[in-house]
């Protein structure tokens, strides 16, 4: 196997880990930024800490997402569809990042991998995709809305009494706390998902078997690169999260934040599910807001958000394929 090939392959998976990082850095912190509770810097600062603990909890995701979703044949094709796979993945990341949309990163993983096995004429596993991605991209956000309501109404109850001020001031240090896990959560899903990718890569290029335990290096370098985007932030999807959808207090940001965690180790831990952080955050935001009423919630910017979700795995499944058959005329 071209030794070459292998490395730039894992060069771009890297690559792809880090604008996922800036790209979803927004997910842990925007709640707790707009309210407040953390500086911008201090809550990067604890996201970047907090993606790198994660990445280190668990490999169930990485595992479904290495051997789950596609079939990728030995040699030269099978590395160039890994690569196109990727390519997909980082334009749609960057196209999302410009224009401050809340795009999943891990969809555009998994289509950038589907549209690129298809190009190469290898096996997907649909029943993986539908199980594994497919299902979870509806239900997540839909049980981050109403878990969200449901918490939002819980706090209301129990805080009905209490002083506003001092209940709010109280909410903003307990976000220290509900960002950080879901920081955490966001490590365990998102550096997994990249780990499987260079897994998948070194099976490819014979250095490793299947089913051998993710090497330590690839669980560092993973992990560190991901912080690493995470402390570049993601400013443009940041507002969109922390203030164009509804008007965040600490009470609701803490809500969505225990809420999104909640779901992400859940899917991570039970199901070994490769889920959206960026779905069941906004999802979850969503449902603090409408606690509020309809009208408290900014439905346009939620429907933007939401066609967004829907065109993801196919827009960076068709960036992949079209990534494949450049490869393949370059090298032909």
Same mark, same amino acid.
């Given at each position: 196997?071209?030794?070459?090939?292998?490395?730039?392959?894992?060069?771009?998976?890297?690559?792809?880990?880090?604008?996922?990082?800036?790209?979803?850095?927004?997910?842990?912190?925007?709640?707790?930024?707009?309210?407040?509770?953390?500086?911008?810097? %201090? =809550?990067? $600062?604890?996201?970047?800490?907090?993606?790198? /603990?994660?990445?280190?909890? &668990?490999?169930? +995701?990485?595992?479904? @997402?290495?051997?789950?979703?596609?079939?990728?044949?030995?040699?030269?094709?099978?590395?160039?569809?890994?690569?196109?796979?990727?390519?997909?993945?980082?334009?749609?990341?960057?196209?999302?990042?410009?224009?401050?949309?809340?795009?999943?990163?891990?969809?555009?993983?998994?289509?950038?991998?589907?549209?690129?096995?298809?190009?190469?004429?290898?096996?997907?596993?649909?029943?993986?995709?539908?199980?594994?991605?497919?299902?979870?991209?509806?239900?997540?956000?839909?049980?981050?809305?109403?878990?969200?309501?449901?918490?939002?109404?819980?706090?209301?109850?129990?805080?009905?009494?209490?002083?506003?001020?001092?209940?709010?001031?109280?909410?903003?240090?307990?976000?220290?706390?509900?960002? %950080? =896990?879901? $920081?955490?959560?966001?490590?365990?899903?998102? /550096?997994?998902?990249?780990? &499987?990718?260079? +897994?998948?890569?070194? @099976?490819?290029?014979?250095?490793?078997?299947?089913?051998?335990?993710?090497?330590?290096?690839?669980?560092?370098?993973?992990?560190?690169?991901?912080?690493?985007?995470?402390?570049?932030?993601?400013?443009?999807?940041?507002?969109?999260?922390?203030?164009?959808?509804?008007?965040?207090?600490?009470?609701?940001?803490?809500?969505?934040?225990?809420?999104?965690?909640?779901?992400?180790?859940?899917?991570?831990?039970?199901?070994?599910?490769?889920?959206?952080?960026?779905?069941?955050?906004?999802?979850?935001?969503?449902?603090?807001?409408?606690?509020?009423?309809?009208?408290?919630?900014?439905?346009?910017?939620?429907?933007?958000?939401?066609?967004?979700?829907?065109?993801?795995?196919?827009?960076?499944?068709?960036?992949? $394929?079209?990534?494949?058959?450049?490869?393949?005329?370059?090298?032909?």
């Amino acid at each position: 196997m071209d030794t070459f090939a292998l490395v730039v392959t894992i060069g771009v998976a890297l690559g792809f880990t880090y604008t996922n990082g800036f790209h979803d850095s927004a997910n842990a912190i925007a709640t707790s930024v707009s309210t407040r509770a953390l500086t911008p810097r %201090a =809550a990067l $600062a604890m996201a970047a800490v907090m993606n790198l /603990a994660g990445a280190f909890l &668990g490999s169930g +995701v990485a595992k479904t @997402v290495s051997e789950g979703l596609i079939a990728t044949p030995e040699g030269q094709k099978g590395m160039g569809i890994l690569f196109a796979a990727l390519v997909g993945a980082i334009a749609w990341n960057l196209i999302t990042w410009y224009f401050g949309l809340p795009s999943s990163s891990s969809h555009a993983l998994f289509g950038g991998m589907v549209g690129a096995a298809l190009a190469g004429g290898t096996t997907v596993i649909w029943s993986g995709v539908i199980e594994k991605v497919v299902i979870p991209m509806f239900v997540s956000p839909f049980i981050g809305l109403i878990l969200g309501y449901l918490v939002m109404v819980a706090i209301m109850w129990m805080f009905r009494r209490a002083n506003p001020h001092k209940a709010k001031r109280g909410f903003r240090i307990a976000q220290t706390v509900s960002a %950080a =896990a879901m $920081a955490l959560g966001h490590g365990l899903q998102d /550096a997994q998902k990249t780990m &499987g990718i260079v +897994v998948m890569a070194l @099976v490819i290029g014979d250095v490793e078997g299947k089913g051998d335990a993710i090497p330590l290096w690839v669980k560092l370098a993973c992990a560190l690169t991901l912080s690493a985007g995470t402390y570049a932030g993601g400013w443009r999807i940041m507002r969109t999260l922390g203030r164009r959808i509804i008007e965040l207090d600490p009470p609701q940001g803490f809500a969505a934040e225990t809420t999104a965690a909640s779901v992400m180790y859940t899917a991570s831990f039970m199901f070994h599910a490769p889920i959206s952080t960026t779905h069941v955050i906004t999802a979850g935001i969503m449902g603090v807001g409408s606690t509020k009423g309809s009208r408290a919630v900014r439905w346009g910017v939620a429907k933007n958000i939401v066609m967004g979700w829907f065109i993801t795995m196919p827009a960076a499944a068709v960036v992949a $394929a079209i990534s494949y058959w450049i490869v393949q005329l370059a090298f032909a």
